[in-house]
């Protein structure tokens, strides 16, 4: 048994592929080299070239856009288990930044220790992919919810599928989950300012569907939340190995 047959990336790649002693040992190997970073200095910076993917274990991160205005467009959150800046290695410069909502110590993965570990293991390339495209997804569904949920839908969406991709690495459930983000987050991911933020989680807390408060959010009526925000988890692709 490698120590990181039960890390948060092992647990998310094994809801795609039952992963073999080799691919353990791979995975184990990917996870050697550790980086520290601060809250809120970016790990990687919009428009930086060769710079290496990391794979977080612990903490959270964000990944967005600057635009001209200096306003910036949050883009999606990585949580432990997820890659980060996987496609910006494969294509050389980042397009968007990474910063830390907390300290974090991700492993860092330099192309090489990419090209390395797909050579031995392809299924692992394959369970890897199938995490990069159903990051993907969660980005398609964010484009909807900007563009056509109403703001207390988009909230409840948002908080529903933090909540499953959390659940996946053992890290949240139909309960709630630990959440460091603030209201600003909030607001820069889903298109609102920080008040209209304020006002919908009151909206949905005085409605007895979900609280955020102190770091965590709680939900009360898993089942009304969904309804309200229309939610299908299909596209989060959790219901168990495909390869085995």
């Keep these: 048994m490698t120590s990181n047959e039960h890390s948060p990336l092992t647990r998310k790649l094994s809801a795609f592929v039952a992963l073999s ?16 970073f601060v809250a809120g200095r970016d790990m990687v910076h919009q428009g930086q070239s060769e710079q290496a993917a990391f794979i977080l274990s612990a903490g959270w991160v964000c990944s967005y856009k600057l635009q001209a205005d200096g306003s910036r467009q949050i883009v999606d959150f990585q949580v432990p288990g997820d890659f980060l800046g996987l496609r910006s290695v494969l294509l050389r410069t980042s397009d968007h930044s990474f910063e830390p909502i907390v300290d974090v110590e991700p492993a860092e993965v330099l192309t090489s220790d990419l090209i390395e570990a797909f050579t031995q293991t392809p299924r692992l390339a394959t369970a890897i992919l199938w995490a990069a495209s159903r990051d993907e997804a969660m980005v398609v569904e964010h484009l909807v919810g900007i563009g056509r949920r109403e703001a207390d839908a988009r909230m ?3 908080l529903l599928e933090l909540g499953s991709k959390l659940a996946l690495v053992g890290l949240g459930s139909k309960a709630g989950f630990d959440c460091p983000l603030t209201q600003y987050h909030l607001a820069d991911t889903l298109g609102l300012s920080a008040v209209h933020v ?7 807390r005085e409605h007895g569907l979900v609280t955020f408060r102190d770091g965590r959010v709680t939900f009360h009526d898993y089942g009304g939340l969904v309804a309200l925000a229309g939610f299908d988890p299909t596209y989060l692709d959790q219901t168990g190995p495909l390869l085995t």
């Design 21 to 36: 002693e080799v691919e353990l040992a791979v995975l184990e190997r990917l996870h050697q080299r550790r980086r520290s």
């Design 156 to 158: 409840a969406h948002f």
């Design 198 to 204: 304020n006002r919908v989680l009151r909206q949905l």
